[in-house]
Structures are given as structure tokens and as C-alpha cells.
């Protein structure tokens, strides 16, 4: 994740085109000084403004806009994440299993579904061996 700066923008100049982009080089007083690409000859920024943004290691800024929420996941984020992938996963396993095993004939309900599901995500999640397993 890049670290977001805060500074304000002392120069705005034209470069010159890359495929259908425009190319502006921004200068801060922070000296920081980097690419910005726009798709329309407006870049979209204002000399003698303050703006948050990050820069990457090939000198291309992106200008944080205040009014749109940033989609950065905190640790605890990413591991709910991961647990709610798991469970989708688990129960769309189970399914699985239990169509394979209505073409043999072999009835369940959605209870079995469910239950089923669990014991593949407690096995993924906490390596958790069931009793018996359900095949």
C-alpha cells in the first residue's frame, strides 16, 4: 500500500501524450515532483491547492479525492474477508457434494447442506478433522 501525502501543488506543466492519455508533470513544495495521466486536456488539478495523493515507484501520482471513501483493508478487514471467502467456498462445496449425490439417488435436506458446509470450513479454517466425514 502506498502512503498517502498531503502537500500543496506549485506547478502544473504539459508534457505530452502517452496512447490516449495526457501526460502532466506535478511539482509539490513538499518537492515532490511526478506524473499525473488524464484521459481529457483538463488535468484536473489547480496550482496553490492542497491535495492528499500518493506517488509510486515510477513517479505516477494519484490525487486521493476527499469525497470518495478508499477501499484499503485493515488486517482484521482482510481476515473476515478471508472468512466469509471460505465459507461461500464451503457451502458451494457442499452443494456440489450433495447434487453428486442426488444423481445417486440419494436424498439429503438443507439442513445436511448446511452442516456439511461447516465441517469444510472448520477443516479449512481450523483444521479441524470431522469424527466422520460425510463420504
Not at 471513501?69 to 474477508?81: A, F, K, L
Request: glycine letters at 4%; proline letters at 4%.
Amino acid at each position: 500500500m502506498l502512503n498517502a501525502k498531503k502537500s500543496k501543488l506549485i506547478s502544473v506543466i504539459y508534457k505530452d501524450r502517452w496512447k490516449e492519455f495526457h501526460k502532466y508533470e506535478l511539482e509539490f513544495d513538499d518537492g515532490t515532483i511526478g506524473t499525473i495521466y488524464k484521459k481529457s486536456e483538463n488535468p484536473g488539478v489547480e496550482e496553490n491547492t492542497e491535495y492528499d495523493y500518493t506517488i509510486n515507484d515510477k513517479g505516477t501520482i494519484k490525487i486521493i479525492d476527499p469525497n470518495k471513501p478508499q477501499n484499503y483493508n485493515t488486517p482484521s478487514d482482510n481476515q473476515s474477508v478471508q472468512k466469509y471467502i471460505v465459507r461461500q467456498s464451503s457451502l458451494k462445496a457442499s452443494v456440489d457434494f450433495w447434487k453428486a449425490k442426488q444423481a445417486k439417488g440419494v436424498e439429503c435436506s438443507e439442513y445436511e447442506i448446511i452442516s456439511t458446509a461447516v465441517i469444510f470450513e472448520e477443516y479449512v479454517l481450523l483444521n479441524k478433522k470431522p469424527i466422520s466425514m460425510p463420504f
